[in-house]
């Protein structure tokens, strides 16, 4: 059965930092892993999503990667601001006949001014 | 803007009363889904529609029905609300079962006293 987990479960860090965001799987036959940003009270928004063939993914200030062998994805924010400031989730869907998503429960950042 | 709407945004319904959640997308996906999202547990699927006129049970379904009215739309009912059923429901649709990754909608906010 995949399980995904999400480390740490929340951040804090100063602004203008670096910061990597850690997502693993315990099934490698994944079909695609997708990252969402939600903020307090919202929906979630699609950030990036990783088909099972590559190894990243890259939009504005975040990139993406995955590494199916060993199970594991990370989103890397460079220059963090506070407006990035949500819950960060990553979503992994199955391969063959089972495309339901698997939900990690997500990293908390506070990014402080 | 194109994308998932949900209706209402928030809820409040008394033990035993029931009411239908409203999802509409118009993105032309086949497949769409209801979830639920509660504190420490992650979001859990209740039901998906994989093509028009087609509904399947996900993790969760106990206590709701779904109807794909058609391609654009997918409801949720409860029928007799339980306080167990004080949830955060979001709707999301996708193409070819999520190759394209998902959207979701901005989700209902629902309280069952």
């Known amino acids: 059965k995949q399980e995904v987990t999400q480390i740490p479960a929340a951040l804090s860090v100063p602004e203008g930092e670096n910061l990597v965001l850690n997502c693993s799987f315990t099934?490698?036959?994944?079909?695609?892993l997708q990252w969402f940003r939600q903020d307090p009270g919202k929906g979630l928004t699609s950030l990036l999503l990783?088909?099972?063939s590559q190894r990243e993914q890259t939009s504005g200030r975040l990139n993406a990667s995955l590494d199916k062998s060993s199970g594991r994805s990370t989103l890397y924010i460079a220059a963090s601001q506070p407006g990035d400031s949500a819950t960060y989730l990553c979503?992994?869907?199955?391969?063959?006949?089972?495309?339901?998503?698997?939900w990690g429960l997500g990293t908390s950042l506070a990014v402080n001014p | 803007n194109a994308g998932v709407t949900q209706t209402p945004k928030f809820q409040v319904l008394k033990t035993g009363q029931s009411m239908t959640l409203q999802c509409a997308q118009d993105?032309?996906?086949?497949?769409m889904y209801w979830y639920r999202q509660d504190p420490g547990m992650g979001l859990r699927l209740i039901y998906y529609?994989?093509?028009?006129?087609?509904?399947d049970k996900g993790e969760v379904p106990n206590g709701y029905n779904v109807s794909r009215l058609n391609k654009r739309e997918f409801s949720l009912r409860l029928e007799s609300a339980a306080p167990s059923q004080t949830s955060v429901y979001f709707c999301?649709?996708?193409?070819?079962?999520?190759?394209?990754?998902?959207?979701f909608g901005s989700g209902t906010r629902l309280t069952v006293v």
């Open positions: 990783i088909q099972s």
């Open positions: 099934d490698s036959a994944i079909y695609n």
């Open positions: 999301a649709s996708s193409e070819l079962e999520g190759y394209y990754g998902y959207t």
């Open positions: 529609s994989a093509s028009e006129g087609t509904t």
């Open positions: 993105m032309n996906h086949n497949s």
């Open positions: 979503a992994v869907s199955g391969a063959g006949n089972n495309r339901k998503l698997i």
